[in-house]
């Protein structure tokens, strides 16, 4: 049986006005990036288009969302993830539309995205109900701002019981998601910005047990999931916060440290567990009223009101659900 199922769907015919709409939108977003960076990384951008061209990859069956090599923001980041070399950054772009083709990405998401939404079936409910990622608001560039609260949640207990596939395509699924709201808003304000901030929970608040068991047991899923995000999602984060950090958490971040690209360590900022002494850096990239009380103060009730609460996934919940 397939891990995600695609749910039968009704095609419909070829919609000549959406895809010259597509074409438009495509020539608008060449021109907002080449008006928007040097001239230097303009021709090597240009270098790399030629070299997409001449292989043909922006006819790829796997070239699309964020893989979509006709996009100027996507040429961009490639191009910028590889030192702006155009040869490495097409070698980099052809590897990740094939892992696209070849892991059938746009139908786990789309069976993913269905299954979801519906929230009926067993995998759906637990994730709907362990659940300790959400989206705040959006930032000042009006993107989405998503925070993890692996201090609550128990991602081995969720691997262990609906499967590591589904919790990296839930994962894919958001990030494609806000890499199409990044393009949508640089063709709506013409402004290019298309990485974005996340936001890390990793207080030890004693509301939910376990916190060393269930940090030690998160490094295999992440792990696992890095190696597809840093590889064929580059550039795609501009700030990472790693909030109330416990002393714990050192040794952790050792693990995991080897497997964190040198550029991505450079966007890392660990912040320990007072806020008012990391406060002001959130509102500056954020607006006050998306950043929740929990994050504002170091008042326990607010930790008791905290959402998502995540929680610990106990053997056996998936079955338990069905």
């Known amino acids: 049986m397939p891990i995600l199922t695609k749910p039968k769907v009704l095609i419909p015919p070829l919609d000549l006005t959406k895809t010259v709409a597509t074409s438009n939108a495509i020539s608008k977003d060449w021109q907002l990036v080449e008006a928007a960076i040097d001239g230097g990384e303009l021709s090597k951008l240009h270098e790399l288009e030629q070299l997409v061209l001449s292989a043909g990859l922006e006819s790829h069956p796997g070239c699309c969302g964020a893989h979509d090599a006709r996009r100027a923001p996507t040429l ?3 191009l910028r993830a590889r030192n702006k070399s155009p040869k490495h950054a097409f070698g980099l772009l052809a590897e990740a539309v094939a892992w696209r083709q070849e892991f059938k990405l746009d139908e786990k998401i789309a069976a993913w995205r269905h299954e979801w939404s519906m929230g009926t079936s067993p995998r759906a409910r637990v994730l709907h109900k362990y659940n300790f990622m959400v989206q705040l608001g959006v930032d000042r560039e009006g993107l989405p701002v998503y925070v993890q609260r692996c201090s609550q949640g128990d991602p081995g207990g969720l691997a262990r019981e609906i499967g590591q596939e589904v919790m ?13 709201k990044a393009w949508q808003m640089m063709l709506k304000t013409g402004k290019v910005q298309f990485s974005f901030i996340e936001l890390i929970d990793l207080g030890d608040y004693n509301l939910v047990p376990q916190w060393k068991r ?36 050192s040794v952790l971040w050792r693990l995991v440290l080897p497997i964190v ?3 991505t360590r450079r966007k890392i900022k660990m912040r320990g567990s007072v806020s008012q002494k990391w406060l002001f850096e959130l509102r500056e990239h954020m607006r006050p009223e998306i950043i929740p009380e929990w994050l504002q103060t170091e008042s326990i009730e607010a930790y008791r009101r905290a959402q998502p609460w995540g929680g610990i996934v106990p053997v056996g919940a998936l079955q338990n659900m069905k």
């Open 168 to 180: 990296l395509v839930h994962h894919l699924m958001i990030l494609e998601d806000n890499f199409e």
């Open 76 to 78: 961009l980041r490639f």
């Open 214 to 249: 269930r940090a030690w047991a998160s490094v295999p899923v992440y792990k696992n999931m890095a190696k597809i995000f840093d590889r064929y999602y580059p550039e795609r984060v501009r700030i990472i916060f790693f909030l109330r950090t416990p002393s714990a958490f």
């Open 261 to 263: 690209p040198t550029d």
